[in-house]
């Protein structure tokens, strides 16, 4: 038997701690996603640097690159700008709720750790 058992805390979440967890974490992955989509507005001219930083912190830009239509519509387009906002919300989705269950079962083990000390 593990020594965790014996305590009120639990090493894992609830599935309604997690739900909250999910619900809580859709604003600031909103808000996460779209400074990164603006990333490549801000910066200025394109160099090495640009697509080192872009490419890890906004992701969502590579695949309206990758499906452009070549010419078809000169000017700015709000399907890629869509595409980017979605795929850079996923992108730090998967981050930010991944951070918040790492954090959690870390905390968790911790505090089972104090009271059992």
């Known amino acids: 038997m593990h020594p965790a058992q014996n305590s009120s805390v639990p090493l894992r979440p609830s599935w309604t701690q997690i739900a909250i967890m999910f619900v809580c974490s859709i604003p600031l992955v909103a808000i996460v996603a779209i400074v990164a989509t603006a990333l490549p507005f801000v910066a200025g001219k394109r160099t090495w640097g640009w697509y080192v930083l ?55 083990r911790k505090r089972v750790a104090r009271l059992d000390a």
């Open 54 to 108: 872009a490419v890890p912190l906004s992701p969502g830009w590579l695949w309206p690159a990758l499906l452009a239509s070549h010419g078809d519509s000169p000017g700015f387009n709000y399907d890629d700008l869509l595409s980017a906002l979605l795929g850079n919300f996923i992108y730090w989705f998967v981050w930010i709720f991944w951070f918040v269950q790492w954090s959690d079962r870390r905390w968790r």
